[in-house]
């Protein structure tokens, strides 16, 4: 094989590497983008199992922009975050008066800092511990311990919010 040949074999599979490489680039990234697009069917379908002011997003830690032909602000919507959050991870902080406050990871606010949230026990609010034993009421928060980390589920959308009505309470594993 000569020299020139050789050199026109691997500029060819220099060009090929590189297509192959545009190419999966190309298919990550949309598959990245059609990943974090909020299904609106899906939203909506959730959304209207909810009242009114269940929907709506509270307003702690949003980023607001103001429109510019209203003038009035409005919440920053991006793909990265949910307009619908209906739970959220935090440690239990204190369990009094058919409240349980947790110290959030900021997991429901657009700016992610972690907040006290206080959510407060129904006659439908369901705890599970570890093994998955259920107990229901206003008094089954009692059963969970300080310092324990666990997964809430607000009535409706608890994005922006800090007080809400509690539906489950998991206690997890961690």
């Known amino acids: 094989m000569t020299n020139k040949k050789l050199v026109l074999i691997l500029i060819i599979i220099f060009v090929l590497a590189i297509l192959t490489g545009l190419g999966l680039s190309w298919v990550v990234d949309n598959s990245r983008q059609q990943a974090v697009k909020p299904n609106e069917?899906?939203?909506?379908?959730?959304?209207?199992?909810?009242?009114?002011?269940?929907q709506k997003v509270g307003d702690i830690g949003e980023v607001k922009i103001k429109d510019a032909t209203t003038g009035q602000e409005e919440i920053l919507q991006n793909a990265n975050f949910p307009l619908?959050?209906?739970?959220?991870?935090?440690?239990?902080?204190?369990?009094?008066?058919?409240?349980?406050?947790?110290?959030?990871?900021?997991?429901?606010?657009?700016?992610a800092q972690p907040r006290e949230i206080k959510a407060k026990a129904t006659e439908q609010t369901k705890v599970f511990d570890a093994q998955q034993k259920m107990?229901?009421?206003?008094?089954?928060?009692?059963?969970?311990?300080?310092?324990?980390?666990?997964?809430?589920?607000?009535?409706?959308?608890?994005?922006?919010?800090?007080?809400f009505n509690l539906l489950t309470v998991n206690i997890l594993n961690l």
């Open 84 to 111: 619908l959050i209906t739970s959220t991870v935090g440690k239990v902080i204190k369990i009094e008066n058919g409240y349980l406050t947790l110290q959030g990871n900021g997991n429901s606010f657009a700016d």
């Open 135 to 163: 107990t229901e009421g206003v008094t089954a928060i009692n059963s969970l311990t300080l310092g324990q980390n666990v997964l809430v589920e607000g009535e409706g959308n608890i994005r922006g919010k800090t007080e």
């Open 41 to 54: 069917s899906n939203l909506q379908e959730i959304a209207s199992g909810l009242n009114t002011e269940q």
